[in-house]
């Protein structure tokens, strides 16, 4: 099993067991520099920096419900299939490619740019 693989010349590295990522709760995980939270929606893992786009609170321990995350720091919450800020379109959290292979998770090395505001 490799640490690392290589899609189209970008790194994803390898960050978890599918099944560690479960509906009900954010899974964060170390991604070389990054911290990055994991969630499963509706059977798909998306990944965003562990750092909300307010103040950089931990999104990845946020109350997980319906496709949504609410920060546990000030309650701000965001759509978990866009990133985007539920109560208006001015934050959004910086994501990650995700790569699935057989059983494991592959997270881009680096943040999908220009996806965070
Ligand atoms: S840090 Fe997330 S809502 Fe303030």
Same mark, same amino acid.
């Given at each position: 099993m490799t640490s690392e693989v290589r899609i189209e010349? +970008? =790194?994803? =590295? +390898?960050? @978890?067991? +599918?099944r560690a990522v479960t509906p009900e709760r954010g899974t964060v995980v170390r991604v070389r520099r990054y911290e990055v939270a994991l969630f499963d929606v !509706? !059977? *798909?893992? =998306?990944? %965003? #920096?562990? @750092?909300? &786009?307010h103040q950089g609170g931990p999104i990845g321990e946020g109350f997980? #419900?319906?496709g949504t995350v609410t920060c546990p720091?000030?309650?701000?919450?965001? *759509?978990?299939?866009?990133?985007t800020l539920t109560l208006g379109d001015f934050?959004?959290? +910086?994501?990650?490619?995700?790569?699935v292979e057989g059983s494991?998770? %592959?997270? @881009?090395?680096? &943040? =999908?740019?220009?996806s965070a505001w």
């Open positions: 010349g +970008r =790194v994803f =590295v +390898r960050a @978890a067991h +599918r !509706g !059977g *798909d893992v =998306v990944a %965003y #920096e562990n @750092a909300c &786009p997980v #419900e319906s720091w000030h309650a701000w919450c965001f *759509d978990l299939r866009t990133g934050a959004r959290l +910086r994501r990650f490619d995700v790569h494991e998770l %592959y997270v @881009a090395a680096e &943040p =999908v740019e220009g």
